[in-house]
Every structure is written in structure tokens, then in C-alpha cells.
């Protein structure tokens, strides 16, 4: 059973406005959560994290947000720019294990 | 600093083979992690060491597949008598300690089982 889930398979943003990926989780134990960029052909690279003992964490472009009660986080990118088209993969983990639970993905599209 | 590698990087081999995939995690990385990642599908936790031994294997999905790391750096990742089902990414991560932190992620190694 999927224990993480991205909804959105895809979206589409227009330069310079603001992305919103969306991710839900079922496991309330998660407490630690990534999220991870995947140029084809390559490997996922790490973007940004968040522990639970935080609702907010920013680095950048990049703002990651945590809602605890809802099981829900979303990574906001502003601006967008073309070079942050890519797939997102949101991923969590608990804190009696190690392994990350991985959300399908969603295919962010920037155009100019 | 050198990242995450994986050889080779596309492996095509025909049902019923046995294949290896290497992992040279980050230098200084005790933490190693195996995914497979299915055409359409977020990555699957296979296998986790600690250093030389495996601290969880359950995501590994059956006893063709297993996984090494002799000597607490390179790991290699076994699969027995291939099947079909087997073709997918094979992506290895490293972390410092292994305790919730960032993973790293190498470019993965494509299994194609004809």
C-alpha cells in the first residue's frame, strides 16, 4: 500500500509564478520528510527536508511546509524558472526505520 | 567531493541469468541504501546497511536477490536467475549515519531482462 501519495501527476507553471507540489501520508509515525528532484536518466538529488518538530523549514527558492494533523507537506518554488523542470519525488521515514517511503512523483513543467 | 556511483550504468541480460550491481558510496558514508524504481513509480526501499552489515532487508522481494558490502564501503547488489518483473532502475544511496537523515542518490543502474 502506498503510504505516501502525490496526487498530481503532473503540473504546469509559468516562469517566474509560484509551484505547489502537494504530498499526503498515511503513517502517522513518519517523522522526517524530503523532498527530492529527478532529472531523467539521472539520480534523485536532494532538495530540502523537514523534521516534524517543524511545520515550516526555507532554503532559497524553496519553502517546504508541514502540516502534522492533516498527514499533509508541500513544497512551494518561487520563482519558478524553466531549469526547475523536473520530476518531485516526496519521500518520508520513521523513526524505528531507515528506509524512505517514496511518493510517485510529479512532473513539474516550467514554461518560459 | 565525489558523489554516489553505480556500474554499470545499463545492464541487459536474458531470463534466467544471474547479474551484480555495484554501489561506491560517498567516502566516509557508513549508511547504505539499495531502490528499485519500476517504470512510473516512486523509488522502493530494497535493502539497508549499517557499516558491514545489513540492518534491515525487507524490502528485498524475494531470496534471488541479495546484497553485500564486505567492508563497510562498496556494495554489490545480486540478483539470481532474472526474471522479466526484474527490469527497473537500481538506485544505491549513501548517508553518514543512518539515523533520518539526507540520503544521496547515485544515477542508478538500468536492468533490462529480456
Known amino acids: 500500500d502506498q503510504q505516501v501519495k502525490q496526487n498530481s501527476p503532473s503540473l504546469s507553471v509559468q516562469e517566474g509564478r509560484i509551484s505547489i507540489l502537494n504530498c499526503d501520508y498515511t503513517n502517522s509515525m513518519f517523522d522526517y520528510f524530503l523532498w527530492y528532484k529527478k532529472y531523467p536518466a539521472e539520480g534523485p538529488t536532494f532538495l530540502i527536508s523537514?523534521?516534524?518538530?517543524?511545520d515550516k523549514n526555507e532554503d532559497g527558492r524553496f519553502t517546504v511546509f508541514l502540516n502534522k494533523s492533516a498527514k499533509h507537506l508541500s513544497l512551494h518554488i518561487v520563482p519558478s524558472q524553466p531549469g526547475d523542470s523536473a520530476v518531485y519525488f516526496c519521500?518520508?521515514?520513521?523513526?524505528?526505520?531507515?528506509?524512505?517511503?517514496f511518493g510517485k512523483g510529479t512532473s513539474l513543467l516550467v514554461t518560459p | 567531493g565525489a558523489g554516489v556511483s553505480q556500474t554499470p550504468s545499463n545492464k541487459v541480460t536474458e531470463k534466467g541469468k544471474y547479474v551484480e550491481l555495484r554501489c561506491d558510496p560517498i567516502s566516509g558514508h557508513t549508511a547504505l541504501y539499495w531502490y528499485r524504481q519500476s517504470l512510473g513509480q516512486g523509488p522502493e526501499f530494497l535493502i539497508y546497511f549499517q557499516g558491514t552489515g545489513a540492518a534491515d532487508d525487507s524490502g528485498l522481494p524475494n531470496d534471488r536477490f541479495f546484497a553485500v558490502r564486505p567492508e563497510g564501503s562498496v556494495s554489490t547488489l545480486k540478483i539470481q536467475r532474472t526474471e522479466r518483473g526484474d527490469s527497473a532502475v537500481y538506485l544505491c544511496?549513501?548517508?553518514?549515519?543512518?539515523?533520518?537523515?539526507?540520503?544521496?542518490f547515485g544515477p542508478g543502474t538500468r536492468l533490462l531482462v529480456l
Open positions: 523537514i523534521s516534524s518538530i517543524k
Open positions: 519521500a518520508a521515514s520513521a523513526n524505528s526505520g531507515y528506509a524512505l517511503n
Open positions: 544511496a549513501s548517508g553518514l549515519t543512518g539515523n533520518e537523515e539526507t540520503q544521496y
